[in-house]
């Protein structure tokens, strides 16, 4: 896929809008949007690398170039991230609003301080046997021969290593209250076909999705409640992020309202386990269509290797990070990210306006071939030093980028880390599935059918 240059708009005027495909009454580009979502932005990257688009209440700009990715994502003052404050006044529903996801301004800043040192590297490291011990517990309830569906396995795994580590609470009963609710938020964010037409109706008709989501997010609601609940009953027990949420006042007297805790575990519950799961998910569909990829992986996991990874082998499996790299890029777990233009300002030569939502599509830019040689093909070679210092900063952006990045950016690498070299050394996976599955872009990036593999074992 290939846009225009980025250079081409740089002599426009700044009054003028930036070009786009012209769309419905009210409708604007809707109808092309829930026709294929992922292939929409192909469409649009036919017009340049700054696109206007439209949907209803909604003006859009989706933007393709790195330099202007990088405009937006470091442009803090100018854009914020988008809360979909429209959608809610429209569709009558939010989800974890005070969490650190929609939060905006001095609100964000004073909640990610609090947060950074939960996430910091030395802390992280702490978290090394969770997350072996999740992982080798799952390898070793595998039999051989027998079929899994990998995208429900990694998600179990992925969840239960994150409130092991993070939130060090047994999963227990807790498993499908969590899980249904991940579903359920994935099933309404589908914009596809029918999906779109179930979304765009306010959260108080009875349409049978409305009624799965209300009762799975009150199951939620409630589990997180008591989750605080006990915790508060014996704080002396824990040294966690929940603790620490409830307890700590930071150096500027901030500590955080009950409300916040309470959306901060939804966030990280749902968001913190099904990015990764899907990274593992696509990662394996990967190697399971390159055998000589898989193979360079497993050499690596039984020669740098004696046994499972420890925090301190990670610097030493270039391999694995550059697999995992290459996965995220033709399958991005968040797939797109949000903005909004909270002033007027100039992006590529064209005037934006304030209140603009602005679309990074991160699997249109990550199959570029300005940037990637052969960008539908796996090849992690290209994630070697000297070649990714080749490449503009934001044509690669899996955990986005500037102020707002991913939290979770180095957790959810070490989790990529530890769990990629385990299942190399023990098991070896044969996909029965599509080699090349479609795609839903829901709340993360999901293969529209389960992922089935035959496990052998070493």
Known sequence: MTNGDAGSDSDSDADELPPGPDGLPVLGNTHQYIKQPMGFFDELAAYGDVVHCEFPRIDAVAVFHPDYIGDVLLGQGTYERWNFDELKELLDYEIAPRGLTFTRGEEWKRQRHFLQPMFGLDRLKGFSSAMVAATEEMVAEWDDGEEIVINEEFSRLTLSILTNSLFDFDLGKHQQVITEAADELQAMADMSGLGAVEMLLPSWVPTHRNRRYTQAMDAFDATVDTLIQERRAHPDQYDDLLTMMLEKEDDHDYTMTDEEIHDHLITF???????????????????????????????????????????????????????????????????????????????????????????????????????????????????????????????????????????????????????????ARRVELDLLSSPQPDVNMELTLQPSDDVRMRVHKR
């Open 269 to 423: 519950l749902i968001a913190g386990h099904e990015t990764t799961a899907m990274a593992l998910t696509f990662t394996w569909l990967l190697l399971a269509t390159n055998p000589d990829e898989r193979s360079r992986l497993e050499t690596e996991a039984t020669t740098v290797l004696d046994g499972p990874p420890t925090a301190e082998d990670l610097p030493d499996l270039t391999v694995t990070e550059r697999v995992a790299k290459e996965a995220m890029r033709l399958y991005p777990p968040a797939g797109l990210l949000f903005r909004e233009a909270v002033e007027e300002t100039e992006l590529g030569g064209y005037r934006i306006q304030e209140g603009t939502k602005i679309l990074l599509p991160q699997f249109t830019v990550h199959t570029d071939d300005r940037w990637f040689d052969d960008p539908e093909q796996f090849r992690p070679e290209r994630f070697r030093a000297d070649r990714s210092d080749q490449r503009p900063d934001f044509a690669y952006f899996p955990f986005g980028g500037g102020p707002h990045q991913c939290i979770g950016m180095h957790f959810a690498m070490m989790e990529l880390k530890h769990i990629l070299p385990i299942i």
